[in-house]
């Protein structure tokens, strides 16, 4: 299962990303990779050590809103599909 995390802000490197949703989500983040940071158009996907899909859906919902860089972060499980957000 993936989390998609979007709406980063440029100014966040890749390392601050990481450190953040390793730090939000703890041993739930089995992986995460940053996808064009420093752009507009960057995002995270994470891939969560949980076996349950509502868990996906319940960490998404806790990231969801959360400030990193000065802007609010979008969040979504991404279930059946390793794809990027569509923007």
């Not at 980063?8 to 996808?35: D, M, N, P, T, W």
């Not at 609010?72 to 279930?79: H, P, R, V």
Request: aromatic share 6%; net charge negative; hydrophobic share 40%.
């Amino acid at each position: 299962m993936n989390l998609i995390v979007s709406n980063i802000a440029q100014s966040c490197s890749e390392q601050e990303v990481r450190e953040f949703l390793k730090r939000e989500l703890g041993h739930y983040a089995k992986y995460v990779e940053v996808i064009d940071a420093g752009k507009p158009s960057a995002y995270a996907t994470v891939e969560l050590d949980a076996k349950v899909p509502y868990v996906a859906e319940v960490i998404a919902r806790q990231i969801h809103g959360k400030q990193l860089g000065g802007q609010t972060l979008e969040a979504s499980a991404d279930l059946f599909t390793d794809e990027p957000p569509a923007h």
